[in-house]
């Protein structure tokens, strides 16, 4: 996972629970998929699959937003998508810094997908000299003595720290006394902030370990299967087998960054 850490409560102040906010994106992700192919409504079953998310509690999130769909008809795509993006605050641009522009920085900033999203990459900074000026899809990378001028002038609120560990916190302090209030971490380090400042954290390496945790317990319960099968034969078998297929991964239709 990602270890998302925000300091807010865990229901928003506009009453849009924590776990809502974080698939929020998920929906959109696939009603933008489907208004690209055209398709004017969707039903919250097949939104569902499409967000890998249980329809359920897609209509309880939907609901939070005062969208209840048409019975027959289901959501009006477009307006799901206006939605949702003026609910996550993307129907504005929103400016963002990546420090750090080593190999993590770098393909950051070469990620397509956050300008299709609102996000514009309104600099690049780093502490090595030798990086200054470089240009770095196709935006020149700053030296961090501009970090605070840089802030300012952009009216920057979203920072990305792409250091080293040891580096995190002496940035985000900068970062923060600046002006930003929120961070994406990818450096595998906790940082402290001041209240106001939200604070989520990417860490690929803690997915895996997830993933290795998942994999020994499905390994564990073959071995069982076939225990089961040795000692009482193909019905109680069968019996496992339905089980596990009922059996759903504990985080299925969460996204990978997770609030706390
Ligand atoms: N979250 C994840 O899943 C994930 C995945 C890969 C890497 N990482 C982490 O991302 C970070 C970067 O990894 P990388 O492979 O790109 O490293 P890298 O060494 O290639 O790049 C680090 C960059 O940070 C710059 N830097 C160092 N101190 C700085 C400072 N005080 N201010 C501004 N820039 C500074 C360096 O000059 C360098 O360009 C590391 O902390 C790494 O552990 C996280």
């Known amino acids: 996972m990602a270890t998302g850490r925000t300091h807010r409560p865990a229901t928003r102040s506009r009453g849009i629970p924590e776990a809502t906010v974080a698939r929020l994106p998920l929906y959109l992700r696939a009603l ?10 969707v039903s919250s079953e097949e939104l569902a699959a499409a967000a890998g998310v249980n329809s359920a509690k897609l209509r309880k999130d939907f609901s939070y937003l005062g969208s209840y769909g048409t019975r027959g008809v289901g959501y009006d795509v477009e307006y799901l998508v206006y939605q949702i ?10 400016p963002v810094v990546i420090v750090g522009i080593g190999n993590l920085g770098a393909a950051l900033a070469n990620y397509g997908g956050f300008a299709s999203r609102g996000f ?3 600099a690049l900074i780093d502490a090595d000299p030798a990086m200054a000026g470089k240009p770095v899809a196709g935006i020149p990378v700053q030296h961090t003595d501009e970090l605070e001028a840089i802030i300012r002038d952009n009216g920057v609120s979203i ?8 580096a995190a916190q002496q940035v985000c302090d900068r970062l923060v006394a600046a ?9 595998p380090t906790v940082l402290s902030v001041p209240d106001g400042v939200d604070v989520r ?15 020994q317990r499905k390994a564990g319960e073959e071995a069982a299967e076939v225990a089961a ?4 034969g193909a019905p109680a078998a069968a019996a496992a087998r339905e089980k596990s297929a009922t059996d759903q991964g504990p ?4 996204p990978a960054v997770m609030p706390a």
């Open 251 to 254: 985080d299925g239709d969460v």
């Open 179 to 187: 002006g930003v209030t929120s961070i994406l971490n990818f450096a």
């Open 159 to 166: 920072g990305v720290i792409a250091t080293p560990a040891g």
């Open 201 to 215: 954290k990417v860490d690929l390496s803690i997915e895996l370990q997830i993933l290795a945790f998942h994999e």
């Open 85 to 94: 993006s003026r609910e996550l605050g993307l129907t504005q641009d929103w």
């Open 120 to 122: 514009r990459v309104a």
């Open 229 to 232: 099968q040795a000692a009482a």
């Open 32 to 41: 933008t998929a489907l208004s690209e192919r055209s398709v004017p409504t």
